[in-house]
């Protein structure tokens, strides 16, 4: 049968079949809500990784030229990674409810009630490994500067936490107990 689909109408015929072979199981409002903590869970990982990718760079070329800094640019360094445990923490409760039988309304509701914290985990994610990068090269400049400067990117923190509390308090709004 993929054959002939690939042969007709291309990959546009191969969306349909998946469509179709979903709506046939019953499953829609499950495909939903999956793709949605799937997106919750990988976005603020993506928001992370980028922020640690930033952070772990400069703190590499402040350490390379004095190696006792490390304990002044750590914490700098590890601020990023929050947002992907935050994404994870909820991709595991927004997972409870899920339910094979749940309506498709239910599942755009567990996509909705996950987005806050997926957008905000990305975005956070980058800017907060921005912010610290520049408070790592001012630590690198001037050692005492390590304790005042991790309040600016801990500021970007408020908004993933922010994120991290309305999906919280939205999650057991949605899903199978709707």
Known sequence: MLHTLLAEDGAASIVDAAEN????TGYEGFVVAIIGIALCVILCGIGSALGLYKTGSAAAGVLGENPKKFGKVLVLVLLPATQGIYGFIIGIIA????????????????LGAVMPMAISGLITG??????????????????????????YPAMIEFYAILGLIVSIMVVPLVGVAA
């Open 21 to 24: 072979a979903v709506k046939a």
């Open 126 to 151: 980058i800017f907060q490994g921005k912010s610290a990068v520049n408070c790592i090269y001012a630590v690198g400049k001037q050692d005492s500067l390590g304790g005042k400067l991790i309040i």
């Open 95 to 110: 997972s409870g409810s899920v339910d094979l039988g749940m309506t498709l309304a239910q599942g755009w509701g567990v």
